[in-house]
């Protein structure tokens, strides 16, 4: 797990948390606030009356005995403010004990489980028992954990807030560490600013805030970037279909600098008309040995991508819409057969195509289109390119601008780029649907920014940085660019073993 990843974890689990206490500490309140019903009102005497229902009796004894108390009231929230000092100590863990216990009873309900959100990375496929394989050994775990979950729950929701906030600022400053702009900073003083400031750069302070607005507003925007001249100025990019502009000319982007609104020069917008819909990369003439398909669909074919593990599993890992049907769903496989999943592919030491493997897992959604092959236990892989030679798995974190990239896919020769920008939102035209992909990598030819790197059938080929480390994986080009999935992500949303 890199940093990047384990940071993501950190914040997802923060997140499951603030929320769970949130409701953890209603529930507790309510509790308290009625703890005066179940165990009776008091007589006058000071005596409590004897004649308490059946279920009060039970509900009172279970309090007690959880909580260790001789008189359940104790726990009421006027109870506190009574008692002697001595006594108040006895009395705050009790409470704290019927939060435990209130903590965990809610994270069994959604089967949160510590453990399982934490190393997953993604929370929201843990929560919940839908689908459970109800297995002895597996429901102690989550036993388990969701009790280490009803714990941590106690600490409140205001702690988790604390702790967000304190995890948004260090991947805040983390962003800080990855821009060249920051390491530019003439003085002490300088560093001081651009490391305070949310937004030391306009362009990304207004595409941070109009890039949704945009895309809702502006149906025929095809792109919208935050991309770099050859001094390392930044500017804002919008690449939109036809040549009718003006409604964006006339578009007021502004941002916040503190409590001052401004607005963005003129100078610092790109606008390109006459763009068209990213297309994905994946239904042309591939070279021999260095392509895949579908047995279901063989005329849509994709670039082999790179080889991993899932749950120690061996794995090819390529675009979903390489291998996707009619009969798959968008965000999952769907209810597919096995014959509908075969993947077949060339193999170097054989004449013709080969089976590989199956479709165990694929999803296109504003993140992703990435789809995941187990291999077959006789096929011999490795992550060898025939261009580059043998590469590891890296995370395009590194990428930094003007760092020389290298490409090599099915259709199209080796060819070497550099980074255009990372902060885009880019609409891509998978048939009749189209998917707008969010912080993909941008691509344009070193050599020669007017010609492409890639075309129809290099989707799914990786993107290698001088390091030989793969830091990211095609899936779609519009007129000169190429756009790929940054590595760190297809790792997380796919369930990848770290390497």
């Not at 705050?92 to 309900?109: C, H, Q």
């Not at 929701?157 to 962003?175: A, N």
């Not at 965000?331 to 096995?338: A, F, I, K, Q, S």
């Not at 504003?366 to 490795?382: F, K, T």
């Amino acid at each position: 797990m890199n940093d990047s990843t384990l940071l993501d974890s950190l914040i997802y689990t923060g997140i499951v948390l603030l929320i769970l206490s949130q409701i953890t500490e209603k529930v507790t309140t309510f509790l308290r606030s009625y703890i005066n019903v179940i165990e009776g009102p008091l007589r006058k005497t000071g005596k409590r009356r004897r004649s308490k229902t059946r279920l009060q009796k039970v509900i009172a004894r279970m309090l007690r005995t959880l909580a260790v108390l001789d008189d359940v009231s104790d726990l009421a929230k006027s109870r506190i403010k009574q008692v002697e000092t001595e006594d108040k100590t006895k009395i705050e863990f009790a409470i704290t004990k019927l939060s435990i216990l209130v903590g965990f009873v809610i994270a069994l309900s959604f089967k949160a489980n510590l453990f399982a959100i934490f190393l997953s990375g993604n929370p929201h496929q843990q929560l919940g028992w839908s689908g459970y394989q109800w297995e002895a050994i597996d429901l102690l775990y989550q036993v388990f954990g969701c009790l280490a979950t009803g714990f941590l729950l106690t600490f409140g929701s205001k702690f988790f807030h604390d702790l967000l906030e304190t995890l948004y600022e260090v991947k805040r400053l983390r962003r800080k560490l990855a821009d060249e702009a920051t390491f530019r900073s003439p003085d002490l003083e300088s560093l001081d600013q651009r490391l305070a400031a949310k937004y030391d750069d306009p362009v990304l302070a207004v595409f941070e805030r109009h890039k949704d607005r945009l895309l809702a507003q502006f149906s025929d925007i095809v792109s919208i970037a935050r991309a770099f001249d050859k001094n390392g100025t930044s500017y804002l990019e919008i690449r939109a279909r036809g040549n009718n502009i003006e409604p964006l000319r006339q578009y007021e982007f502004d941002y916040l600098e503190g409590d001052t609104v401004k607005t963005l020069h003129p100078i610092k917008i790109k606008l390109v008309p006459n763009a068209d819909y990213a297309t994905p990369l994946g239904d042309g003439s591939l070279w021999v040995g260095d392509w895949t398909f579908n047995l279901a669909s063989p005329r849509n074919r994709g670039t082999l991508g790179f080889f991993s593990k899932r749950k120690g599993k061996a794995v090819l890992v390529t675009c979903y819409h390489v291998l996707r049907t009619e009969a798959h769903g968008w965000v999952n496989l769907g209810n597919t057969t096995d014959n509908q999943n075969k993947v077949f592919g060339k193999v170097l030491s054989e004449e013709f195509p080969v089976l590989i493997g199956r479709l165990v897992d694929g999803k296109i959604n504003n993140r992703i289109d990435g789809a995941v092959v187990e291999l077959i236990p006789e096929l011999d892989y490795r992550n060898n390119d025939a261009a580059y030679g043998e590469f590891t798995i890296g995370d395009s974190t590194s990428v930094a601008k003007d760092d020389p990239l290298s490409v090599n896919g099915a259709k199209s020769p080796p060819g070497a780029g550099v980074l255009h920008c990372r902060e885009n939102s880019v609409r891509i035209k998978y048939g009749s649907k189209i998917i707008a992909l969010d912080d993909l990598l941008c691509l344009k030819n070193k050599a020669d920014e007017t010609q492409s790197l890639t075309q129809k059938g290099d989707s799914g080929a990786v993107v290698i940085d001088a390091k030989k480390q793969a830091v990211a994986m095609v899936v779609a080009g519009e007129g000169p660019l190429t756009y790929a999935i940054p590595m760190e992500r297809l790792i997380k949303c796919l369930d990848l073993d770290a390497e």
